[in-house]
């Protein structure tokens, strides 16, 4: 009985847990942002791909 007690006390690896929580909440963020702005950032980099290859960008009309 005497070991779950201290298992039950035992706060070691409490900092490492909440260090993977927030690495989960940021990661979960950032998949919903680059969801939301997916075609925009695919536009974008477009754009930059034929300016390098010296292109025109597309008209905005």
Do not use: C, H
């Not at 847990?17 to 909440?25: H, P, Q, R, S």
């Not at 925009?40 to 290859?53: P, R, S």
């Amino acid at each position: 009985m005497e070991l779950f007690k201290r298992l039950w006390n035992d706060e070691e690896g409490q900092g490492m847990v909440e260090y993977g929580l927030i690495i989960a909440l940021v990661s979960i963020a950032v998949i919903g942002l680059l969801i939301a702005l997916g075609g925009q950032l695919g536009t974008i980099f477009t754009n930059i791909t034929n300016g390098l290859k010296g292109t025109p960008p597309p008209s905005a009309g």
